[in-house]
């Protein structure tokens, strides 16, 4: 059956931690890991500024049903790919114990660039977030649906914080990784703009005088891409479970839907001002699914489950039109008293014991959760060498089979 929403196909980025499969301690492994990856994988694992980070990168997505089988099949290749060298991979927005000046930064000259401009803000970006695009094409719809999401930005943290943890100790915050991301220059909440022109005005003055040695360099929250016809969403920690991320991903594609739909109707959302999304970023970072939003609108404060219910309310015509419904149903399960965040998840494990290592073990054990280890696309040497030269998409039918992974990791 065709896709009948073809501008709203999807892209996905996860980034991993890299991970020694005994102590859990973050390893520089990334180059180590990829010694087996064939020419396919190494089109969908990517390296990042430190040596400790793989990031899984699907292809265009035509679905929800896609994203979830093709990160299943990442995650496990990964997992795969680690195993050979005695590490694992875990998720997490940060890691419980890991020091950024004990990591080692990947080689080329695109890092060392980003280096010397940014020195030590570059060096400290030890976080991993999930980043999600949606297709959309016109340039003038994608700036408006930008402008009206932002207010949603507090609510997509809120449902992924996974992050209570900076250097071993115990931040007091749900997602530490924004407070982390901060002082990058360009990034956070952007200001709305009344057009794409005065975007791109905005995007060629910095440029122009330097700000921004390369457009890519606009690391705001949520981003009209510098060369992708998406529209990118990155404000959410790396969610722990496999689950937890198809299900924000469904959310992220339901509202840009939504807010794409309203928009043309001629019956947009109002737009807040930034200092009001600040206000509830921070908010979501703090006490996650347990703490309080403003209604701005009504001009108090909410529980964070109410306002994501709410929101959830908003855009679930638009999830179940796009095929969505286990992603709505997981989604609304996550606003249940008894489901745990990946970051209560941490904090319930640091407090047996008060170890922030026993969070980073609970989230080697976690992080395979649901995910089929036969789904890991069969590494080098083993692939007939011509094979993997077949082109840049995952072959999803082809499988190998882990034989006696760990316990922990499944």
């Known amino acids: ?105 990947t080689a080329g000259a695109r890092y060392g660039l980003l280096e010397d401009a940014l020195q030590e803000v570059a060096r400290s970006i030890l976080i991993y977030g999930l980043h999600v695009h949606v297709n959309l094409a016109d340039l003038e719809l994608r ?8 207010t949603y930005l507090p609510h997509i943290l809120a449902l992924s914080v996974n992050s209570p943890f900076w250097m071993g100790r115990n931040t007091g915050y749900m997602a530490y990784r924004p407070m982390v991301w901060s002082p990058f220059p360009v990034s956070g909440i952007p200001d709305p703009f009344p057009a794409y022109a005065d975007y791109a005005r905005f995007r060629d003055l910095f440029f122009n ?18 060369h992708l016809p998406t529209i990118e969403f990155r404000i959410a920690d790396m969610p722990l479970h496999h689950d937890d991320t198809v299900a924000i991903v469904a959310f992220i594609q339901g509202l840009v839907m939504t807010l794409r739909d309203r928009t043309l109707a001629g019956q947009p959302l109002p737009i807040l001002p930034t200092p009001y999304v600040n206000e509830n970023r921070w908010r979501a970072a703090l006490g996650g699914l347990r703490g309080t939003l403003v209604d701005f609108a009504r001009e108090c404060e909410v529980p964070t489950v109410d306002a994501l219910a709410e929101a959830i309310d908003l855009v679930a015509p638009a999830m179940a039109a796009l095929g969505a419904a286990r992603e709505l149903a997981h989604l609304r399960a996550m606003l249940a008293p008894g489901y745990q965040s990946g970051a209560e998840r941490q904090l319930a494990a640091f407090q047996q014991h008060h170890d922030p290592s026993d969070a980073a073990h609970m989230l080697v054990a976690e992080t395979l959760r649901g995910i089929d280890p036969s789904a890991a696309l069969l590494l080098a040497p083993a692939l007939r060498p011509t094979a993997s030269r077949r082109g840049p998409r995952l072959r999803l039918g082809v499988r190998r089979r882990l034989r006696d992974l760990p316990a922990a990791m499944l």
């Open 143 to 150: 700036i408006q649906v930008m402008n009206q999401a932002r």
């Open 1 to 105: 059956m065709a896709n009948p929403h073809p501008h709203l196909s999807l892209g996905v980025e996860e980034e991993f931690q890299i991970v020694d499969a005994a102590t859990a301690e973050l390893v520089s492994g990334y180059d180590l890991l990829m010694q087996r990856a064939t020419p396919a994988i190494q089109d969908h694992m990517k390296p990042e500024f430190l040596q400790c980070v793989v990031e899984c990168i699907t292809d265009v997505c035509p679905d929800v049903a896609a994203v979830r089988q093709q990160t299943a099949q990442l995650r496990a290749t990964a997992a795969l790919l680690a195993r050979d060298h005695g590490m694992a991979i875990c998720a997490a927005g940060t890691h419980p114990t890991g020091k950024w000046y004990h990591q080692h930064r």
């Open 209 to 226: 005088v330097n700000a921004l040695s390369e457009v890519r360099r606009i690391w705001w929250d949520v981003r009209p891409h510098h």
